[in-house]
């Protein structure tokens, strides 16, 4: 009997055994024209789920990991499964609603399927949509070193443009340093603060990162020791007879998020970096002097008895107001430090008069950071990626030495921050530049003495 030939294509997609989150769904509320909605909630560090839900259809935190990493871990130890980045962090433009993607395109073209014929036909991409309802989409794989679980992958899902370019240009200066493996690398993900433009307005929003995890105990360099255990990922690979480029072959041909995932993209809160609150959000904070002006004027019913006249009222408008200061305070336009001290006021009991006057303070300070002319300041992965690439390029045109090379990264490691890497940056571009024209100088002084041989003789 002729043994089984086997489906194509099993074995090859990452088994998903849990879902790293920075935020979840907040309770249920409803809209005044009594829809159920439930806006997200934010986190500036990680939590750790297993795949299960409970009754409320929320992910279940996995105890056991997060007791390992603490209450409110903002890193974790992790490796990835491939060298290739695009298969450690798959990403696209995607429009997503109703657990359906309708769109998805890489910046240059899109595949949009049509809603009435089903067909997928080819567009150019962006389109309007962009950073409207067609967004990032973008997921992490990682493997936890937690819990002895070996065998699946954790995914981070984001909307962030900000993660997206520091994960990759971190994976690409550790690749540069290493000489290709990244599979099998000790790393950290991080989530920091960080200054950014979102919707031209400058605010500080919590990003993802991925770093190398030194050992503190050794005396070489967290660079030599990357390379170091670069080295022996390779020599282990020959050793096995492990053929990373036909894995990484094999995963790559399958889709990687498939229309059963819609469900996780759909219920996704407005992205988890970049974008602190929706567009309904947004337009709903413009109208709250109006909103909250009508509701006080109105009027109880005449069967009401007259306690019920003022007492259930004001406790009303007071809940109403309170819900309203809250929202205002999660907008993005607000900085972090007026964020807390809202919090901390509203630990205390006020009066309607007061929330009603705190309420348009806080509107109106709102309004003035909204109408600011933000600063064009790039982002810390753009700057890490323009320094890759030029210390590259200057490698292989023999323009800086392995030393200088190396050391450079070396402090790129320590020195995460948006002046330092301009300023590196600069100088580098300068010494390059001067390096090049002296060579440039020096090859057409030899090339004109050799013509001068050649006439002599």
Same mark, same amino acid.
């Given at each position: 009997m002729a043994p089984m030939m086997g489906i194509q294509g099993i074995g090859f997609r990452l088994q998903r055994i849990g879902n790293i989150k920075i935020?979840?769904?907040?309770?249920?509320?409803?809209?005044?024209?009594?829809?159920?909605?439930?806006?997200?909630?934010?986190?500036?560090?990680?939590? *750790?789920?297993?795949?299960?839900?409970?009754?409320?259809?929320?992910?279940?935190?996995?105890?056991?990991?997060?007791?390992?990493?603490?209450?409110?871990?903002?890193?974790?130890?992790?490796?990835?499964?491939?060298? /290739?980045?695009?298969?450690?962090?798959?990403?696209?433009?995607?429009?997503?609603?109703?657990?359906?993607?309708?769109?998805?395109?890489?910046?240059?073209?899109?595949?949009?399927?049509?809603?009435?014929?089903?067909?997928?036909?080819?567009?150019?991409?962006?389109?309007?949509?962009?950073?409207?309802?067609?967004?990032?989409?973008?997921?992490?794989?990682?493997?936890?070193?937690?819990?002895?679980?070996?065998?699946? *992958?954790?995914q981070l899902r984001t909307g962030s443009w900000n993660s997206l370019e520091n994960i990759v240009a971190s994976l690409n200066l550790i690749k540069t340093i290493t000489g290709g493996p990244i599979a099998g690398l000790p790393l950290t993900m991080t989530i920091r603060p960080q200054q950014a433009l979102v919707e031209g307005r400058k605010t500080t929003i919590y990003v993802v990162g991925l770093e190398f995890r030194a050992n503190p105990q050794l005396e070489a360099s967290p660079v030599k020791q990357m390379q170091e255990i670069a080295r022996g990922i390779v020599q282990n690979r020959l050793a096995t007879g492990q053929d990373m480029l036909a894995i990484e072959e094999n995963a790559a041909s399958l889709n990687r998020d498939l229309d059963e995932d819609g469900l996780d993209w759909s219920e996704e809160f407005a992205s988890t970096g970049d974008q602190r609150i929706?567009?309904?959000?947004?337009?709903?904070?413009?109208?709250?002097?109006?909103?909250?002006?009508g509701t006080k004027e109105e009027k109880p019913s005449t069967a009401e008895s007259e306690s019920e006249k003022s007492e259930p009222t004001e406790v009303e408008l007071?809940?109403?107001?309170?819900?309203?200061?809250?929202?205002? /305070?999660?907008?993005?336009?607000?900085?972090? *430090?007026?964020?807390?001290? *809202?919090?901390?006021?509203?630990?205390k009991d006020h009066s309607l008069n007061i929330l009603q006057k705190n309420r348009d303070k806080l509107l109106d300070f709102i309004k003035s950071y909204e109408d600011e002319e933000p600063e064009d300041e790039p982002s810390l992965g753009s700057l890490t990626g323009k320094l890759i690439d030029l210390m590259g390029n200057a490698r292989e045109n023999k323009l800086v030495t392995e030393e200088e090379y190396v050391k450079i990264f070396e402090a790129a490691d320590k020195n995460q921050t948006t002046k330092w890497l301009t300023e590196i940056y600069d100088n580098w571009s300068a010494i390059i530049e001067d390096r090049g024209k002296v060579r440039a100088a020096e090859f057409d002084e030899a090339k004109g003495e050799t013509g001068k041989q050649g006439s002599f003789a």
């Open positions: 935020g979840k769904k907040g309770p249920e509320q409803k809209t005044s024209g009594g829809k159920k909605y439930r806006r997200p909630i934010k986190f500036e560090y990680f939590v *750790v789920t297993t795949m299960e839900r409970d009754k409320n259809e929320d992910w279940i935190t996995d105890d056991v990991a997060m007791k390992e990493l603490g209450e409110k871990p903002t890193e974790i130890p992790v490796f990835v499964p491939y060298d /290739r980045i695009d298969l450690i962090v798959p990403h696209e433009l995607a429009y997503w609603s109703a657990s359906k993607r309708h769109c998805h395109g890489n910046r240059v073209i899109a595949e949009e399927t049509d809603e009435k014929t089903g067909e997928i036909v080819q567009r150019t991409c962006p389109c309007d949509k962009l950073n409207k309802e067609c967004k990032p989409h973008v997921i992490l794989n990682v493997m936890l070193e937690l819990g002895g679980r070996v065998g699946g *992958v954790h929706d567009e309904k959000t947004r337009s709903k904070t413009a109208d709250l002097k109006e909103k909250l002006a007071k809940n109403q107001l309170l819900e309203e200061i809250k929202l205002l /305070r999660d907008n993005e336009a607000l900085p972090q *430090v007026e964020k807390d001290k *809202v919090t901390k006021w509203l630990e």
